[in-house]
């Protein structure tokens, strides 16, 4: 079975300031990893995904993640963050080798950017 | 183009009383996740439907929750008899076969009462 943690349910961190949000995860088989966002009162959208290839991802607003296969992490990292990035953060993996793609996620971080 | 709808929006129930919930997932994604949002337990996945194959549905939480998916494309999820544990944000994805890459719908909140 797969399972993914979350390890800071919130972040509190001031504008411009870098930022960390911690996932690790636990699977027996290789996994799919992913990133998505969640405004408030908007529906889920994905930040960004590991498949395969480099270990560090990028999305277009400046977060990166990176695959660490040895640590079982994907943490999601931003060296800037504005007043916008305040959401709900939740990562979330998938099995290539399962037949759904069904994903399995994290119980969420709350980034909270302050002025 | 137009992304993942669902309807609707918000529904309040009485305890007891059937309830259907529909999503329209985005035209030609052969694919389609309900998932379930809730405060004490998260995102859970809920059913998964691709194409012509028999669903997935290991995540059901009881026998009172069932879906369908009608023609390959819009797909209805029933809870009977709503309990008040069933309230939660039920949420709807699709994707193009086996891409990994899910787009979800704004999601139907549910309160039973």
């Known amino acids: 079975a797969q399972s993914v943690t979350q390890l800071d349910s919130q972040v509190p961190v001031f504008e411009e300031a870098p930022v960390e949000l911690r996932c690790n995860y636990s699977?027996?088989?290789?996994?799919?990893l992913f990133w998505y966002v969640q405004y408030p009162n908007q529906g889920l959208q994905l930040l960004l995904k590991?498949?395969?290839?480099?270990?560090l991802v990028e999305s277009i607003n400046g977060f990166e993640a990176e695959f660490n296969k040895s640590q079982t992490s994907f943490h999601l990292r931003k060296p800037s963050v504005h007043i916008s990035d305040t959401a709900e953060y939740f990562c979330?993996?998938?099995?290539?080798?399962?037949?759904?793609?069904?994903?399995?996620f994290g119980q969420g971080t709350t980034l909270q950017v302050k002025p | 183009g137009a992304g993942v709808s669902q309807s609707p929006s918000n529904k309040v129930t009485e305890k007891g009383k059937d309830v259907e919930l529909r999503c329209d997932p985005i035209?030609?994604?052969?694919?389609l996740y309900w998932y379930r949002q809730s405060l004490g337990q998260g995102l859970e996945f809920l059913i998964y439907?691709?194409?012509?194959?028999?669903?997935?549905k290991s995540g059901l939480p009881s026998d009172r929750f069932s879906a369908e998916r009608t023609g390959g494309s819009v797909s209805t999820l029933t809870i009977q008899r709503t309990q008040q544990e069933d309230s939660a944000v039920y949420l709807c994805?699709?994707?193009?076969?086996?891409?990994?890459?899910?787009?979800f719908g704004p999601g139907t909140r549910l309160t039973v009462t």
């Open positions: 699977s027996s088989v290789s996994v799919y």
């Open positions: 979330a993996v998938s099995s290539p080798s399962g037949n759904t793609g069904k994903l399995i």
């Open positions: 439907f691709q194409g012509n194959s028999a669903p997935d």
């Open positions: 994805a699709s994707s193009l076969e086996m891409s990994y890459e899910q787009y």
């Open positions: 035209s030609g994604h052969t694919a």
């Open positions: 590991y498949l395969s290839g480099s270990t």
